[in-house]
């Protein structure tokens, strides 16, 4: 693997998520593989699951991990191509990243979008230059339109659940699964990163049926979705679901912006109810009893601790990958 940004740069998830897994039953069997390497990591942005989790990854490869939080602790960067930089930016990306790639062995960046620009944040220019000028691979920690880490271990933990219940009843084998991924409503406009990458990512792996729902005027960018069913019905989209991801995201097609705050969206027992009592997923950070329950976040049906310990193992194995360049 020479980069991580999409899953277009996996050529095998099955493979991806069998390393993961086995980086999860046997943390340091790989343990000297990243010595004497280093990764930066660059936070434009705030993150804690994550800056964490990818940290530990290095660690248990032998590899030292330096982060950078390049918006309260470097100067600010300059992005624009022939800027005349007599604003508040200090150095150009062009002279950043080349320095960058000569200080680390693999670059991990975190941005977001502006959400004000569609065209600017699709066309990636942020994560996109890094890849242009530092010259070493490059990771994405959240790009404008996608969190591809997120996405891994998404697959990764459905994965894992399955083979649970296969080895519990080996019937579970010859049933697809229903994944559902549901809008929830939220007090601030949120970027579509993770409802883009877990569309993306579920559509590659191809081994559920994939049913998105949201409210009218939530449709995702095409790319991102097509494969999937999309419903504006919640109810229909949640019955004998097996898997309900709930997100929140900001509109695409009037770009930025919050159509709905409708709390009937918010994920509860009495809708878990419709589902084939399905396990429930979300990202994190969530906002409680808003995207949400309680009662669910706190129910035996919440896979979202598992979910975010298991950032550790995608982590994990994509650095390898890219060390090892052996896909
Ligand atoms: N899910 C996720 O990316 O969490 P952080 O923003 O804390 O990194």
């Not at 010595?35 to 990591?41: D, N, Q, V």
């Not at 549901?182 to 569309?199: D, M």
């Not at 409680?288 to 309680?294: K, P, Q």
């Amino acid at each position: 693997m020479k980069q991580f940004v999409s899953v277009n740069d996996v050529t095998d998830i099955d493979a991806l998520v069998a390393l993961a897994l086995s980086y999860k039953a046997d943390p340091y069997r790989h343990n000297t593989l990243g010595a004497r390497k280093r990764i930066g990591m660059l936070f434009l942005n705030p993150s804690m699951r994550t800056r964490l989790s990818t940290q530990v990854a290095a660690q248990q490869l032998g590899m030292e991990a330096v982060v950078f939080n390049v918006g309260s602790e470097g100067w600010a960067i300059e992005f624009e191509e022939g800027a005349i930089m007599n604003g508040t930016t200090a150095e150009h990306v062009k002279d950043a990243a080349p320095i960058m790639g000569k200080y680390f062995d693999i670059l991990c960046i975190r941005t977001f979008p502006s959400l004000k620009n569609r065209e600017e944040d699709y066309s990636e220019k942020y994560i996109n230059q890094f890849i242009r000028y530092a010259g070493i691979p490059i990771v994405s920690l959240e790009s404008a339109t996608l969190h591809p880490l997120q996405s891994l271990t998404d697959i990764i933990t459905i994965e894992e659940y399955l083979a649970t219940q296969r080895s519990l009843n080996p019937q579970f084998a010859n049933r697809k699964s229903k994944v559902v991924l549901t809008w929830a409503p939220h007090v601030k406009a949120l970027p579509q990163c993770v409802a883009n990458s877990f569309a993306q990512w579920v559509n590659a792996w191809g081994k559920a049926d994939f049913i998105i729902t949201h409210p009218e005027g939530y449709e995702l960018e095409e790319s991102f979705s097509r494969g999937a069913t999309i419903t504006h019905n919640q109810d229909e989209a949640l019955k004998d679901a097996d898997f309900v991801y709930v997100k929140n995201w900001s509109s695409y097609k009037q770009y930025g912006q919050i159509l709905s705050n409708d709390m009937s969206w918010m994920m509860t027992n009495e809708k878990l109810g419709l589902t084939n009592n399905a396990r429930v997923m979300h990202c994190l950070p969530v906002r409680r009893n808003v995207e949400l329950s309680d009662e669910i976040l706190d129910g035996p049906n919440s896979l979202v601790t598992t979910e975010a310990g298991n950032r550790v193992w995608a982590a994990q194995a994509v650095l390898a990958e890219i060390i090892g360049n052996r896909q």
